[in-house]
């Protein structure tokens, strides 16, 4: 890969191919049924999955990118030693795509990758796998600029085509999804499956939804909005962390949509940053709609998500 192309669209092009073979890791372990899950607190786990993905994506982009900083959910402690590969191919048809001017001369020291390996864990232990995503973020300084959803079972209930990749550039555009019109009669909200609480449920009931889609995984309620499918994902419980965000909210910002905390405020992406979305999140497909939902969410709610 010529060294001329800009670093970011280099990175991109590592990290799709990166993200579909972890992909691969996810569905080959399931098919091997030996998921070795380790509890790591209330409602969170981690499998031989997580694990392995985050071991490929980790290894095949430091090795390319050795100056960047790279943060995963599952640590960096485990089981250096292990099996998995490491890949170099790139996505070249990401090459020839024009590079926003401002992202031009970006550094590697400037860039941190937010790694989530396997989004939707929950899910995934329980057969649920079409929630299942890989996420692979791209900030440079504070800002996510750049991301890759990687869906491995997107299809897998049909014969044929199995997996999907949407990838987004701020400033360029978004790439792989299927965009269509929502409904502009109804109002349909996306939340989680498997982390609700009182306060999680008090903020959907005050914007007053005819439909809420519960399903596993940031990336998972983010593909359905650049899909039309919901209208705006609402989360108000501190538990999401910067990698479930980093990729979802660069891919919405790229396709038009909008990703904050339940303030208003852009989440910081830079490697010193804390790692938990302690404002909880507010999405929206259509940035333009995102500050009707912020202005619904009332005080009690708001106040609780510091
Ligand atoms: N209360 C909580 N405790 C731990 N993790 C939480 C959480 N609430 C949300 N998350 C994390 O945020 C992501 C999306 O959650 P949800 O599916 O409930 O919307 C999941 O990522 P992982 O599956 O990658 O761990 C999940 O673990
Ligand atoms: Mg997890
Ligand atoms: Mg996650
Ligand atoms: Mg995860």
Request: with cysteine; aromatic share 6%.
């Amino acid at each position: 890969m010529a060294q001329t192309h800009p670093l970011i669209l280099r990175l991109i092009a590592s990290s799709i191919p990166v993200a579909n073979h972890a992909g691969k890791i996810i569905r080959d372990i399931m098919k091997k049924g030996e998921l070795n899950i380790v509890d790591k607190g209330i409602e969170d786990f981690q499998t031989e999955a997580d694990r392995q993905a985050q071991l490929c994506i980790v290894k095949s982009l430091s090795q390319q990118f050795p100056g960047i900083s790279i943060i995963g959910e599952e640590g960096d402690d485990h089981d250096a030693d292990s099996s998995s590969e490491i890949t170099t191919v790139t996505e070249d048809s990401v090459l020839s795509k024009q590079c926003p001017p401002e992202l031009v001369d970006v550094t590697e020291e400037q860039i941190t990758v937010w790694v989530d390996p396997l989004d939707g864990t929950s899910e995934y232990t329980q057969g649920l796998l079409e929630h299942v995503t890989v996420l692979i973020g791209i900030a440079v300084d504070e800002k996510a600029v750049a991301g890759i959803i990687h869906q491995p079972y997107y299809g897998y209930k049909e014969k044929g085509t199995i997996g999907r990749t949407i990838w987004g550039l701020v400033g360029l555009g978004a790439f792989g999804h299927n965009p269509g019109q929502l409904p502009t009669d109804r109002r349909i909200l996306t939340t989680t499956r498997s982390h609700s609480s009182p306060l999680v449920q008090e903020a959907i009931k005050s914007l007053n939804p005819d439909e809420v889609l519960r399903v596993g995984g940031a990336g998972n309620k983010v593909l359905l909005l650049l899909d039309s499918k919901a209208h705006a994902y609402v989360f108000a419980s501190k538990g999401c962390k910067r990698w479930d965000t980093c990729a979802p909210e660069a891919i919405l910002n790229a396709a038009g949509g909008w990703l904050t905390d339940v303030h208003g405020n852009l989440y910081s992406y830079n490697k010193d940053t804390p790692h938990l979305n302690t404002g909880g999140v507010l999405a929206t497909a259509k940035k333009e709609e995102h500050s009707i939902y912020l202005n619904l969410l009332p005080d009690s709610v708001k106040s609780q998500l510091k």
